[in-house]
Structure formats: structure tokens, C-alpha cells
């Protein structure tokens, strides 16, 4: 599935939550009728669970999904669906630690989800809201204690969709999933890049792209000494710039043609 998230409101996050954020959930309600029943009609959706595991039902009655939990199926919205329905319906204080394959006829999270509620991502310093009220045991505490030395510092910034500042070492970057296709979007980069527009400001530059989930996301390496807020002008200004190349249709000059290539030279496919 090239595009598995296409369809669910936010698309762009649910592509940054299963390939770029460290720690960050998101709250998602079934649609009317199509929670299993007795089953609760809300959950939450997360980078990373304990152990990576596909689900979790809290005991305080929580149901949670990761996103990161790995794709069988080459459809990561019907592989999530799955883990849905399976924490849902799991006993409270058990996780789910495999699921069964999909096939032709499993739902999708299209299927399963109200689309008409935004996905509202909160992006956390470590992964303590694992923990809830209940106390995991000394492998949950082991993979807890691992997961958060390894998190990175992120900070979502406002100027524009899916757009989040990290700090990684001693360098920072800016990471933006675009929502646009992405044979698209590259052209309009191409555009930016062969004028000299792709950066964010002075000490900025664009690296390259991730391709991920039929998306393009490309990365900027920024200022070491500055933070997230202080390229919210930079990138709304960009934006504006990226949205009048999107829109051109003359055919790509022959300049404009060499940046794409190198900007195809320097895309990296996530799963």
C-alpha cells in the first residue's frame, strides 16, 4: 500500500508517528458501531510500547497501539487495525505481543476509526506514560529505562503541518512530512532548491528527503544554538514558497532537473 495512511484525518502525523517521533501519542475514537463489544470506544495510539509490543490494555482500562511495532502485511493501516481490535478486546493489564496476519477481508483503521475527529499528536520527553497507575514488571522496567536514554529531545512547531525540531547529539535538524504526493512535492523542491529558496533561513540547509508511506519528508540541518520557536517565521515562509512551486505547471528547466536528481541521490525510503 503506497499510501496506507491516506484518508484518516492527519495523515502527515501518522506518518511522523510510525517513522520519525521518539515518544508521542495521539487520542483516536472508534467510529459509531464499530468498536467489538463491550469494548472501550477510545484508545490511544503511541510511537513505541514496552518491548515494541503491537498493544496494550492497560489495567487502569487504557487501550493503547503502537505504531512501531512493525508491518507484516505492506499495509500499516491494516496491520494497526488489527492491533486495535486485539488490544481492545484483550484482558485490562495484558499486552498484545503478536497478532494474527491480515488478510483480504481485515478492516483497516479507515474502517475502524471516526474520521471525523483530528489527530491531536503530544509529543513526550520519554516514554513514562507507559506506565500509567500500574507497575510493569523487571523486563517492562529494563525496556523503560532503555527507551528513555534513547529519546530524542522533539519539539512540534505550529507553522505548518507535521513539522518537528530535533536535537540529535549536537547537531538539530528540522523534519517536515509533506502531504503532498511525492513525485510532486520532489519537483517543487527541485524548483525551491535550483533558486537557491530550500533553506530555512541563514546556517540552514536542506540535507535531503525520507520517502516514507508514499510521503516525502525532508530533513534541514539547522543552527546548533537555536531551538524549534525560532524557526517558526523561517518555515511559514517556506511554506508559502513551497505551496507557488507545487502550483507551477511549466515543465522543469534543465537547472531545475540536475537539483532533482541530486535531491533523488540524497532520499532515503523508511521501510
Known amino acids: 500500500m503506497r499510501r496506507p495512511f491516506e484518508g484518516l484525518p492527519g495523515e502527515t502525523d501518522w506518518v511522523a508517528m510510525r517513522e520519525i517521533l521518539p515518544a508521542a501519542t495521539a487520542s483516536v475514537s472508534f467510529a459509531p458501531g464499530k468498536a467489538p463489544d463491550g469494548a472501550a470506544t477510545e484508545a490511544t495510539v503511541a510511537t513505541v510500547l514496552p518491548l515494541a509490543w503491537p498493544g496494550l490494555h492497560r489495567a487502569d482500562g487504557t487501550v493503547f497501539v503502537g505504531t512501531q511495532s512493525g508491518s507484516m502485511s505492506g ?14 478486546t484483550a484482558e485490562t493489564g495484558t499486552p498484545v505481543v503478536s497478532t494474527p496476519p491480515a488478510t483480504a477481508d481485515s478492516p483497516r483503521l479507515q474502517d ?13 520527553d520519554g516514554f513514562d506514560f507507559w506506565v500509567g497507575e500500574t507497575e510493569l514488571d523487571d523486563e517492562g522496567k529494563a525496556s523503560l529505562e532503555r527507551a528513555n536514554e534513547s529519546v530524542i529531545p522533539t519539539t512540534k512547531l505550529a507553522a ?37 529558496d530550500s533553506g530555512l533561513g541563514d546556517d540552514t540547509r536542506l540535507l535531503g528527503a525520507f520517502r516514507a508511506s508514499g510521503l516525502l519528508v525532508p530533513v534541514w ?37 540536475r537539483a532533482r536528481s541530486g535531491l533523488l541521490s540524497r532520499q532515503v525510503t523508511l521501510r
Open 75 to 88: 499495509d500499516a493501516s491494516r496491520d494497526l487495525a488489527i492491533a486495535l481490535l486485539a488490544a481492545a
Open 112 to 124: 475502524l476509526l471516526d474520521l471525523s475527529a483530528p489527530l491531536e499528536v503530544t509529543i513526550h
Open 160 to 196: 505548518a503541518d507535521s513539522a518537528y525540531w530535533c536535537r540529535i547529539g549536537e547537531r538539530t535538524h528540522l523534519r517536515l512530512v509533506l502531504p503532498d504526493d511525492e513525485d510532486l512535492a520532489t519537483d517543487a523542491l527541485a524548483r525551491l532548491h535550483a533558486a537557491g
Open 221 to 257: 540541518d539547522l543552527h546548533p544554538d537555536r531551538s524549534g520557536p525560532d524557526y517558526e517565521d523561517a518555515l511559514a515562509a517556506f511554506m508559502s514558497r513551497y505551496a507557488a512551486a507545487l502550483a507551477s505547471t511549466e515543465s522543469l528547466t534543465a537547472e531545475q532537473r
